[in-house]
């Protein structure tokens, strides 16, 4: 079995004495993993970096079977990130997020676009901390929907209303309204505005930690703690750098 197709690195670590096994979110084919001949070595090493375009070739006798890829770099935003900390640990959260909840070649084209245009907005000059959490938290409440388990932020669940959506309810992942919630608001989960599609310009840290909070909730519960492995460290790191910027 044999296809081509585009490709963003999500990890990549020595396999064997000299190749990479490389993990990937593709256009077409989801997230996949293969070794990378030589791939650890330093020709091919720095086109194998996490938040790099590729070009790949993916090939296995049988189509259970790792696979091999060979890869060509297409376009790479590190140059523009070396030395600035928080855009690299973003990059790494993200990355990781991706890895962690997706499964294996399952075709998520939706959650690549989405993935891209995180991608670009870690290189945007003007570009902060919590615009990225921002973006993060999107790109988590699209996951959990992908994956089957979104949430259903259209309406209060106790009313029907469609306005001041404040809260959800941890039970039904269904959204409440800020007069609905009344005396059970500590029970549910705080719904920050900018997870409703309202704009990210001029969030706040709140907001965005709040956001991360509440799509961190259905993560764990839906897909980590089933797999066992809790939330990935670089998500930790992330928002604890977030935290301490913020202070």
Same mark, same amino acid.
């Given at each position: 079995?044999?296809?081509? +197709? +585009?490709?963003?690195?999500?990890?990549?670590?020595?396999?064997?004495?000299? +190749?990479?096994?490389?993990?990937?979110?593709?256009? =077409?084919?989801?997230? !996949?993993?293969?070794?990378?001949?030589?791939? =650890?070595? *330093?020709?091919?090493?720095?086109?194998?970096? %996490?938040?790099?375009?590729?070009?790949?070739?993916?090939?296995? *006798?049988?189509?259970?079977?790792?696979? *091999?890829?060979?890869?060509?770099?297409?376009?790479?935003?590190?140059?523009?990130?070396?030395?600035?900390?928080?855009?690299?640990?973003?990059?790494?959260? %993200?990355?990781? !997020?991706?890895?962690?909840?997706?499964?294996?070649?399952? &075709?998520?084209?939706?959650?690549?676009?989405?993935?891209?245009? %995180?991608?670009?907005?870690?290189?945007?000059?003007?570009?902060?901390? !919590?615009?990225?959490?921002?973006?993060?938290?999107?790109?988590?409440?699209?996951?959990?929907? @992908?994956?089957?388990?979104?949430? &259903?932020?259209? =309406?209060?669940?106790?009313?029907?209303?469609?306005?001041?959506?404040?809260? %959800?309810?941890?039970?039904?992942?269904?959204?409440?309204?800020?007069?609905?919630?009344?005396?059970?608001?500590?029970?549910?989960?705080?719904?920050?505005?900018?997870?409703?599609? @309202?704009?990210?310009?001029?969030?706040?840290? +709140? &907001?965005?930690?709040?956001?991360?909070?509440?799509?961190?909730?259905?993560? &764990?519960?839906?897909?980590?703690?089933?797999?066992?492995?809790?939330?990935?460290?670089?998500?930790? *790191?992330?928002?604890?750098?977030?935290?301490?910027?913020?202070?």
């Amino acid at each position: 079995m044999e296809w081509q +197709d +585009d490709g963003i690195v999500l990890s990549a670590a020595r396999y064997g004495e000299s +190749d990479a096994l490389l993990e990937v979110m593709t256009a =077409s084919h989801g997230r !996949v993993r293969g070794f990378v001949k030589g791939g =650890s070595g *330093r020709r091919q090493r720095a086109n194998l970096q %996490v938040g790099n375009r590729l070009r790949l070739n993916w090939y296995s *006798r049988i189509e259970a079977n790792l696979g *091999r890829f060979s890869a060509e770099l297409v376009y790479s935003p590190l140059g523009l990130m070396m030395g600035e900390g928080a855009r690299l640990s973003a990059l790494s959260a %993200v990355a990781s !997020v991706i890895a962690s909840t997706l499964p294996e070649r399952e &075709d998520h084209a939706e959650i690549y676009e989405r993935l891209l245009a %995180v991608l670009d907005l870690l290189e945007e000059e003007e570009g902060t901390s !919590v615009l990225w959490a921002g973006a993060l938290a999107r790109l988590e409440l699209a996951i959990l929907s @992908a994956l089957g388990y979104g949430l &259903d932020l259209t =309406s209060c669940a106790a009313t029907g209303t469609t306005e001041n959506l404040a809260y %959800v309810s941890p039970k039904s992942a269904r959204a409440v309204s800020r007069e609905a919630a009344g005396p059970y608001k500590e029970r549910l989960l705080p719904l920050p505005g900018f997870l409703l599609e @309202a704009p990210l310009a001029g969030v706040t840290p +709140d &907001d965005v930690l709040g956001g991360l909070r509440l799509t961190g909730f259905f993560l &764990d519960r839906q897909v980590w703690v089933v797999h066992g492995k809790g939330q990935p460290p670089a998500r930790d *790191r992330f928002i604890a750098s977030l935290m301490r910027a913020t202070q």
